[in-house]
């Protein structure tokens, strides 16, 4: 019996072991640090999933403390990782400092950033609150552009380190009714476009993920839940991203069909497009 007990715990350490090493992602994170934010929930867990399987040490970040523990505790059984959690709220202009300060202070060298914080809000603009808008711009631009610049000096340094940072199919066109939201992630395209082309030089890879309707709580949070028409899976989702940065891409779209839906529309007036996504945006009136 005891010599099972012994072959079990050789059999699971090595299964472990064999799965990480056969995750895609090994090859490019296995036992280097990453930082996540917004890794409370959907395309969030499933990016530390997905990189804590391939061995990848994580540090977790978001509001929500106690789910963020609930995670590292799963992910450090599971995968036998080491995982650090901050919380925070990216929406307050000093996050983002506090959250560097944080991984300094624990000596931990960040190899890959995901800027993966973000949120929208349905309804015609007046009817939003200034207050929300002008978080998402923070969360959604701002905090991107501030973690960006505090984390890619010692990347430079290195001479090595990644950058993925979530942007959506929202990204290649203006859509009324969710306009600030479709607005900031124009920018986080772009931002990663343009920085993936300044890295390139110092063996910087950045790339920006652009996926369409997601199963996350976006939707419910944004109260757009109706608009959740085949949804991808934030697995798939996350799986697309990791695997586009490793490959150097500079941004993927998640899904054959929001890919030909993104490029498809440049051939028609984007007046038109606008037009056509407000009649599909456009909230019913009672």
Not at 11 to 26: G, K
Not at 59 to 85: F, G, I, M, N, P
Not at 178 to 196: P, R
Not at 214 to 234: L, M, R, W, Y
């Amino acid at each position: 019996m005891l010599s099972c007990a012994r072959g079990s715990k050789q059999n699971t350490f090595l299964e472990v072991t064999l799965s990480q090493a056969m995750t895609p992602t090994a090859g490019n994170w296995f036992g280097k640090w990453a930082l996540i934010t917004g890794a409370s929930a959907g395309i969030g867990v499933a990016f530390a999933e997905e990189l804590a399987a391939g061995g990848t040490k994580l540090v977790l970040t978001a509001r929500r403390k106690d789910r963020l523990e609930a995670l590292a505790k799963k992910l450090t059984e599971s995968y036998k990782v080491q995982t650090e959690v901050f919380a925070a709220d990216l929406a307050e202009p000093s996050a983002p400092e506090k959250i560097f300060a944080f991984t300094k202070e624990k000596g931990i060298e960040i190899d890959l950033l995901i800027n993966n914080a973000g949120f929208g809000q349905y309804g015609e603009l007046p009817s939003v609150d200034p207050q929300r808008l002008l978080d998402m711009v923070q969360v959604n631009c701002s905090a991107v552009v501030h973690l960006t610049r505090l984390f890619l000096p010692p990347m430079i340094a290195r001479r090595k380190g990644d950058v993925l940072i979530l942007a959506s199919t929202a990204s290649f066109q203006a859509v009324p009714y969710i306009s600030t939201y479709a607005a900031t992630k124009a920018f986080d395209l772009l931002f990663a476009e343009g920085l993936a082309e300044e890295m390139k030089p110092h063996g910087i890879r950045v790339c920006a993920l652009c996926p369409g309707s997601t199963e996350s709580e976006f939707h419910v949070v944004a109260g757009q839940d109706k608009f959740i028409p085949n949804a991808e899976t934030a697995e798939k989702v996350a799986h697309t991203g990791l695997k586009a940065l490793a490959a150097g891409k500079s941004y993927v779209i998640s899904g054959l069909g929001n890919y030909l839906g993104a490029h498809g529309e440049r051939l028609v007036p984007r007046r038109f497009v606008t037009k056509v996504a407000a009649g599909m945006f456009k909230p019913k009136t009672k």
